[in-house]
């Protein structure tokens, strides 16, 4: 066993993945000699040469067009936006060619875009978004978010080995604040629409997904000395999205917070508030909850980053709200 | 001119005037199944640029790739794709390339390696990129052609595409079809460049600015770059002017056309030149002329028949095929 943190599981799927199958390859800017701006693809250039680590010029549109076009022919190209923040340059690439070829042709886009998403690191407004529910609402692509160095492993094998485009939500919050024991030699398959309950409890359910399951758990055991027992559901994939796995938590729990670091209209949080409604209205004891950033820009001041992001003490005061309606 | 003229055999001659009148008369045809109403969607017609699309289209080879954009039929047919496939497409049938789910002309075909395309033109060409890399990293000697209109080049995709190609010496050929109006919109208020081909020198790759209603001389210099660019030296940008001699679809009279200017390229019919060339060198005289239209006009008239026969997709495909399983 190794420890392991959030960031080197991200290049050790990459290796892996690089080293199983000759048609993968990365593409993006500064990721080869410099390691890309995180460091994650560090060391690769080295092993696999500048074709398959291939540093591009500063172009997000081409960057995604041409993992698109190199995946029509059978290639397996992991993409990599330097911030999940220019991903709004190459937005019609995802939507209106990754999203649609498959429908419109039958013709398989295999590729994953990497998307370093979130806040808490004084990023301001251009570094720190959280887009996923963009790319959600648009069909045709599939939507990861992994909260632990496990799973983002085993999330990113299970990516590239996806016939279809996915966007890879990697939260750079957790990149080196999060580690744990992974054994090198084991293979890490984590399925893609397989959600994770992480913390058992029967009063509240807290359903969430990427930096915020940590947020979370910090609750979960500041409310635990109150007597509110939270279960944690960790969603890691939004699409597909284990609605089972949702239902099953508002039934063992009958009251539910929904977490995103993302801005709360038209967040993920309203399309599972949604699902609960329409498929177990009858089990809920109190009204559904959302904790989500400000419908605002993040700023860029810690202390008015920290009054616009969703932490442990605004999702245990929505629980509190919830547990005793 | 003679020099390409005495380069290309009159089998070759006879071969691109065939299939230019074959997209002329399917134009005809589709735009006759609009007007009665069986064409539910849009109809763009490449009147007076067959030229350029069925020029360019026949200097590929089976292997390559071809991503052309709306005006393109003499791209398609040049490059192998049947009369009644574009009518299944046209007409929404159940047997159509994309199964009802895709409109007129944007036939992706992956038999022929034909990419079509989407509506957003300019946003084919990273796509387009994307393959002549992914082709050369499965070591294949493959070229992709790719269209654009003289409005489409304006769009950024544009930019980020023929950059990276040239950064990558991409296998990849980029014709510009100037027909000289992009909808409504005039040249001069699109771009205020000499020629468009000039902008090849900031890329630093080779830029041409052909004659696009003399095929001959579109066929010579498509060909050369794509040998070019099949032989590693890179890609190529070719502009060929033209002029569009109806509406920008079906549906538009093409009222703000100079007429003196559409009077000037009447003249310049691409078809009616080469037919001319071809009765002056005895390489075909008025019989065979007839006879060509004729066989064209049967074949036609077949797939119609076909066409109209065939059955209209189920509603209910609307949900399936989103993604690849």
Known sequence: MVETTYLQAITDAMREELQRDSRVFLLGEDIGIYGGAFKVTKGLIEEFGEERVMDTPISEAAIIGVAVGAALTGMRPIAEMQFADFITSGFSQLVTNAATLHYRYGTAVPMVVRAPSGGGIHGGAFHSKNPEAWFVHQPGLKVVAPATARDAKGLLKSAVRDDNPVLFFENKFLYRRIKEEIDPAAEILVPLGVANTVRRGDTVAIITYGAMVHASLEAATELAAEGIESEILDLRSLQPLDVDAILQAVARTNRVVIVHEANLTCGMGGEIAALISEHAFELLDAPIKRVAGLDTPTPYAPVMEEYWRPNAEKIAQAAREVARF | ?325
């Open chain 2, 1 to 325: 001119m003679c020099a390409i003229n005495a380069d290309i055999s009159p089998e070759l001659k006879v071969k691109l005037y065939t299939i230019m009148l074959k997209t002329r008369r399917t134009e005809e045809r589709i735009i006759a199944l609009y007007r009665q109403g069986r064409i539910v969607g849009g109809v763009y017609a490449g009147r007076g640029v067959e030229g350029t699309t069925v020029g360019a289209g026949l200097a590929l080879e089976a292997q390559d790739w071809l991503f052309p954009i709306h005006r393109d039929l003499g791209a398609h047919l040049a490059k192998g794709q049947s009369v009644l496939n574009i009518l299944l497409q046209y007409l929404g049938r159940g047997t159509s390339l994309s199964r009802g789910k895709d409109s007129g002309i944007h036939c992706s075909d992956p038999r022929l390696n034909i990419v079509g395309n989407v509506s957003h033109l300019g946003h084919m060409i990273p796509v387009a990129v994307g393959t002549a890399i992914g082709m050369r990293m499965q070591g294949h000697a493959i070229v992709t052609l790719n269209f654009i209109g003289e409005g489409g080049s304006n769009i950024g995709d544009f930019h980020e595409g023929l950059n990276f190609a040239a950064v990558q010496k991409a296998p990849f050929v980029l014709v510009i079809e100037n027909n000289q109006y992009a909808y409504s919109t005039p040249t001069h208020k699109g771009f205020s460049a000499r020629h468009l081909s000039d902008r090849a020198d900031g890329y630093g790759i080779p830029g041409h600015h052909i004659d696009g209603t003399d095929a001959l001389q579109v066929y010579a210099t498509v060909k050369e770059a794509i040998e070019r660019a099949r032989a590693g030296a890179g890609p190529s940008l070719i502009e060929c002017l033209s002029f569009r001699m109806v509406g920008h679809s079906a549906h538009d009279d093409a009222f703000y056309v100079d007429k003196k200017q559409m009077k000037a390229y009447e003249k310049k019919d691409p078809i009616a030149r080469l037919e001319h060339l071809l009765l002056k060198e005895g390489v075909l005289d008025a019989p065979a002329l007839a006879a060509i239209d004729g066989a064209i006009a049967q074949e036609i008239e077949e797939a119609t028949r076909t066409a109209l026969e065939s059955p209209l997709p189920e509603a209910d495909w609307a949900a399936e095929g989103l993604y690849a399983e």
